[in-house]
T-cell receptor
Framework: DGGITQSPKYLFRKEGQNVTLSCEQN?????MYWYRQDPGQGLRLIYY???????QKGDIAEGYSVSREKKESFPLTVTSAQKNPTAFYLC?????????????FGQGTRLTVV | AQSVSQHNHHVILSEAASLELGCNYS??????LFWYVQYPGQHLQLLLK??????LVKGIKGFEAEFIKSKFSFNLRKPSVQWSDTAEYFC?????????????FGTGTRLQVFP
């Protein structure tokens, strides 16, 4: 089945540590996105990438980093610089490098800082 | 600043009641509009979308939405809700004039349907 796989589903991190969230898609989509979902705030865009080896900051990129070395993979690193990292993180992808068609979402990773 | 607003944060209905969830956006020019739904424990999935043409769009599970350009609105409707419609609903906008690559989401509306 084609889709987006995020792992792990739950992640716990100690304060001061970096942690990397995985996102893999087998839809052959050009564009991939990372969103953060907080209660009452909807989805906010962290980073996005239209093609391999290129990515752009979204609205809340501070404290995060990404890479796009392969078309199917777009990992997100939550660094120790992120002031409030506890949240639900969603990865998405779209075809043709744009959002004119349906965006497909993974099941999310819930990150908790302990 | 450009934004997407969902004014209903939490809606509680009984089964068979009618539903209308508001969505307003502040982008000028051409917009592509979406409603996504997130059922408990599941990933976000597309309910319906509008790109052009008939402003009344029909989606899955009996949902529909109407694009009213003069009101900058894209409200979601369902004539008779079911318990299984309990979920969180997100309106999203792509505004090519402003941000070609981005999909901007509203804050979401939590719908609870009681039998």
């Amino acid at each position: 089945d084609g889709g987006i796989t995020q792992s792990p589903k739950y992640l716990f991190r100690k304060e001061g540590q970096n942690v990397t969230l995985s996102c893999e898609q087998n839809l052959n989509h050009d564009a991939m996105y990372w969103y953060r979902q907080d209660p009452g705030q909807g989805l906010r865009l962290i980073y996005y990438s239209q093609i391999v080896n290129d990515f752009q900051k979204g609205d809340i990129a501070e404290g995060y980093s990404v890479s796009r070395e392969k078309k199917e993979s777009f990992p997100l690193t939550v660094t120790s610089a992120q002031k409030n990292p506890t949240a639900f993180y969603l990865c998405a992808s779209t075809d043709n490098g744009g959002v004119y068609t349906e965006a497909f979402f993974g099941q999310g990773t819930r990150l908790t800082v302990v | 600043a450009q934004s997407v607003s969902q004014h209903n944060h939490h809606v509680i209905l009984s089964e068979a009641a009618s539903l209308e969830l508001g969505c307003n956006y502040s982008y000028g020019g051409t917009v592509n509009l979406f409603w996504y739904v997130q059922y408990p424990g599941q990933h976000l999935q597309l309910l319906l979308k509008y790109f052009s043409g008939d402003p009344l769009v029909k989606g899955i599970k009996g949902f529909e939405a109407e694009f009213i350009k003069s009101k900058f609105s894209f409200n979601l409707r369902k004539p008779s809700v079911q318990w299984s419609d309990t979920a969180e609903y997100f309106c999203a906008v792509n505004a090519p004039l402003y941000n070609t690559d981005k999909l901007i989401f509203g804050t979401g509306t939590r719908l609870q349907v009681f039998p």
